[in-house]
């Protein structure tokens, strides 16, 4: 049975504090984005509270799926960087419990919330789809407010064009009207000049009420021409005018019906049996369609009776000399020939078209039923799979706040957002299968927070950077270098007496190392391979070196540490084999481009070994010579 304990209680209300938190902050990123798109068509219509109000619910209730995945990642991040920072991670291992064992409650946690965001895409989010972009449409048709600019030509008014040169906002007067009718044709404008006006709204805000005063009106009494040189027109003076012009100010919203045929509007079961239509009759218009082409190019509706097209069925080709039939033809039988042809075969290339329009028309609409079938369970899925990443990665990192959490959140959540979106459009337009390019995205993420689990479950320095620098320091054959300093307090002084002969018993075995070893000669490729056994004698040397340095490191000598401080640190396994299986170094043997790269590198640490050998003994006179001045004091 199941029990919840404290420990269970205290990092459930860690994570749920930061991921209130971040939740919201993520989902007022997301409605900022998507005001962004949508701006344009929102500034200037004089919408009212209501409408705004609706908006923002409605693209708030839209973005909770793609704000939850995020929230999710940034919180775990958050959370297990504070329990690393502040120690606590340390100490719920140190006191025996695994990694797996602390996320348990949290992993229990973050399935519901995948319930949560499956339910919102599934339920609501095709109910909200249907209003907000019913909302979005009604917005687009709303005509703008009426705010004419000084000096310039207004253009919002349909077949209108409208300029004033100035403006008096306290009485509402307009001064030097210009207007533009163009219903009857840019040509036939019907031009009116006022000295003053004022404009208003009907009571139905359906038309606009012109009252212009001072002024002359030209008009066109016939329609313009190239070759015309006078035009008659029509010239009145006024004094005081009165139009009335068409302008729909309300704000009407549209039906619904419009866009719940849309695929983001329907859930998993209406999508699937959508889908099930459209395939069927994608199947069926592409058989009559293959019906009507295996009939070939002069069946009836291409401008044949049906008696001829029996006819042309009929005849053989073979018995007839069409080259010859046509070379005796009359000059204009050729060109009736030619013309039908090609009328022909342009008829046939414009049903091919439509056809070919007709059937992609449907296969994009059912990739797209598709899409949004799959990412309905994609995007509830990453919130585990981003859990399972921020988790183990806070773990590793530890560090807490919004400051390194959020930078890496973010690049993970783009890096995601960028193969999302790539398989999501490379899936839409037929360029992958469906369900590649939506699961895409998942297949990148689950090896991710898998190797991230099993990283931190083993208290792994993967994100460590002085691994991954010493790790290609060791690729390359860089090596560090002795810093030996003089201790403060020094327990056993070095045995003076005895390290001498130590120094020559080294130099001895050196020499012979070398001279047996050949190092400075290229060594056999194929010999190389065959054996996987250690170089003990390097091995050896290598240990009594150190074990002669740790002992003199003992020393008050000045001199005597700086000469210590020339002796080379040997890597023993470098000049050998690289690996310690005997089938992989044959494998790597084989393979001629990674076995050649191999074989110059160690080649290449077969000399500088050769190097070593001769520093270490010129390096082992200086040393007895340091040595014999301090015995001889």
């Known amino acids: 049975m199941l029990r919840i304990k404290k420990l269970d209680i205290f990092i459930v209300k860690s994570f749920l504090m930061l991921f209130v938190g971040t939740f919201f902050i993520c989902l007022f990123i997301f409605m900022l984005q998507f005001l962004w798109r949508w701006v344009e068509d929102l500034v200037g219509k004089g919408l009212g509270m209501d409408i705004l109000a609706k908006f923002f619910i409605y693209s708030a209730l839209a973005m909770v799926p793609l704000a939850l995945p ?77 705010d004419i600019p000084e000096g310039v030509f207004y253009t919002a008014i349909p077949d209108y064009n409208l300029k004033i040169s100035k403006k008096n906002r306290r009485t509402g007067m307009l001064h030097d009207v210009l207007i533009y009718n163009m219903k009857d044709g840019f040509e036939n404008a019907h031009i009116i000049y006022a000295d003053s006006g004022r404009m208003e709204m009907t009571a139905d805000k359906q038309h606009l009420w012109l009252h212009l005063y001072s002024g002359d009106l030209f008009e066109n009494l016939k329609s313009q021409n190239m070759k015309s040189d006078n035009v008659p027109y029509r010239r009145e003076s006024f004094r005081e005018k009165h139009m009335i012009i068409e302008f729909d100010s309300d704000f009407n919203m549209a039906d619904a019906s419009i866009m719940s045929n849309q695929s983001s ?99 994009y609409s059912m990739r797209k039923h598709e899409t949004e079938w799959h ?93 991954y620098i010493n790790w290609f320091r060791k690729i390359v054959g860089i090596r560090s270098v002795r810093h030996l300093f003089k201790k403060e307090v020094i327990i056993n002084d070095p045995d003076y007496a005895r390290i001498p002969a130590d120094l020559e018993a080294l130099t001895a075995d050196c020499r012979r190392y070398a001279s047996n070893n050949r190092l400075t000669k290229a060594p056999n490729y194929f010999r190389l391979w065959m054996s996987a056994a250690k170089d003990d004698e390097m091995i050896a040397i290598n240990r009594k070196l150190e074990a002669l340095v740790e002992e003199m490191s003992n020393t008050k000598s000045a001199a005597l540490l700086n000469a210590l401080n020339n002796y080379p640190i040997i890597p023993v396994s470098a000049h050998v084999r690289p690996f310690h299986t005997y089938w992989l170094n044959l494998a790597a043997g084989i393979v001629f481009p990674v076995g050649l790269f191999f074989y110059f590198r160690i080649w290449a640490f077969r000399l500088r070994l050769a190097k070593d050998m001769e520093r270490i003994i010129k390096n082992n006179g200086q040393v007895r010579l340091i040595i014999e001045e301090k015995i001889n004091k």
């Open 70 to 146: 995020l929230a999710i990642l940034l919180a775990s991040l958050i959370t297990f960087g504070n329990f690393g920072e502040r120690y606590e991670l340390l100490a719920m291992k140190a006191a025996g419990i695994p990694l797996f064992r602390i996320m348990r409650p949290l992993a229990l946690l973050v399935c519901l919330l995948a319930g949560v965001s499956f339910y919102f895409q599934n339920v609501v989010g095709p109910m909200v789809q249907v209003k907000l972009n019913t909302l979005l449409l009604s917005v687009k048709q709303k005509s703008p407010e009426l």
């Open 265 to 363: 509007a329907k859930n998993m079961r209406v999508l699937r049996a959508s889908i099930d239509s459209m395939k069927l009759v994608g199947d069926s218009v592409g058989r009559q369609y293959y019906l009507e082409l295996s009939e070939g190019a002069f069946r009836q509706p291409y401008g044949l009776s049906e008696e001829d097209t029996v006819k042309i069925k009929e005849a053989n080709l073979r018995d007839y000399n069409t080259d010859s039939l046509y070379r005796v033809a009359p000059l204009v039988q050729k060109q009736k020939v030619i013309s039908a042809a090609v009328g022909r075969v342009e008829n046939l290339v414009s049903d091919l078209t439509f056809k070919s329009y007709t059937m992609d028309a449907n296969d």
């Open 375 to 467: 990412k309905k369970i994609t995007i509830s899925l990453s919130c585990l799979l981003f859990f399972f990443i921020g988790a183990p990665l806070g773990g590793i990192i530890r560090k807490g706040g919004l400051g390194m959490p959020v930078i890496v959140s973010v690049l993970l959540f783009i890096i995601y957002y960028i193969i999302d979106n790539t398989g999501y459009k490379m899936a839409r337009d037929g360029k992958w299968i469906v369900w590649m390019g939506i699961w895409t995205s998942s297949a990148v993420l689950a090896p991710l927070g898998a190797f991230l689990t099993y990283k931190s479950n083993k208290d792994s320095v993967v994100l460590n950077a002085d691994a």
